[in-house]
């Protein structure tokens, strides 16, 4: 299995500062043939599902807001909130889809310092 | 827009069979990847399997369930179901129906319903 390890596990950042949370694979998750990272991102919220924000390590779900923004290629990647809102309060985790079983990080909890 | 509602019982007897339906409104269940993925209560995330409508219902299972899980799927009533054998305390969790957007990333979500195998 693919090891999705994410740090910090918790990060407190400042209304309108930048929040940076990083997840690195145990093996490559980068596709050449098509040039894709099979990665994503969700956003979850106490008492509710996941939310999808970033697929292929960088796309942007439909209505995600432009301050989250998906980078990295390999075995590394980031999810950056440029300016931290109070609605962003919230669990983060990645995930690889490059192979079964398709696995996530452990979750890194962001809150307002 | 598509929305996914799980149904079942939210307490099972440890040993017994967990049984689970996804009803799918608003889209077609005939193509697209259709995931079972728990959360046990304050944990992370965990990927159960798939069913892959296209013809011939494919399916993938998580390897550290596949001996005890089945995901099918109805598309007459637009359902797909999951059914997880021998549960104990460890398959406590929220379970979530979940379509992809792409193979494994997961784009629409069910809210969820908790499970609680009891002994």
């Known amino acids: 299995d693919i090891v999705m390890t994410q740090s910090p596990d918790s990060l407190a950042v400042s209304l309108g500062e930048r929040a940076a949370i990083n997840c690195k694979s145990s093996q490559s998750v980068f596709y050449s043939s098509n040039n894709n990272n099979y990665v994503a991102w969700y956003q979850q919220k106490p008492g509710q599902p996941p939310k999808l924000l970033i697929y292929?390590?960088?796309t942007r779900e439909s209505g995600v807001p432009d301050r989250f923004s998906g980078s990295g290629s390999g075995t590394d990647f980031t999810l950056t909130i440029s300016s931290l809102q109070a609605e962003d309060v919230a669990v983060y985790y990645c995930q690889q889809y490059y192979s079964s079983p398709w696995t996530f990080g452990q979750g890194t909890k962001v809150e307002i310092k | 827009q598509v929305q996914l509602h799980e149904s079942g019982p939210g307490l099972v007897k440890s040993s017994e069979t967990l049984s689970l339906t996804c009803t799918v409104s608003g889209g077609s269940i005939s193509t697209y990847y259709w995931s079972w993925i728990r959360q046990p209560p304050g944990r992370g995330l965990e990927w159960i399997g798939y069913i892959y409508n296209s013809g011939r219902g494919s399916t993938n299972y998580n390897p550290s369930l596949t001996s005890r899980v089945a995901i099918s799927v109805d598309t007459s009533k637009s359902q797909f179901s999951l059914k997880l054998s021998s549960v104990t305390a460890a398959d406590t969790a929220v379970y979530y129906c979940v379509r992809g957007i792409v193979v494994g990333a997961f784009q629409y979500w069910g809210q969820g319903t908790l499970v609680i195998v009891s002994s």
């Open positions: 292929w390590a960088s």
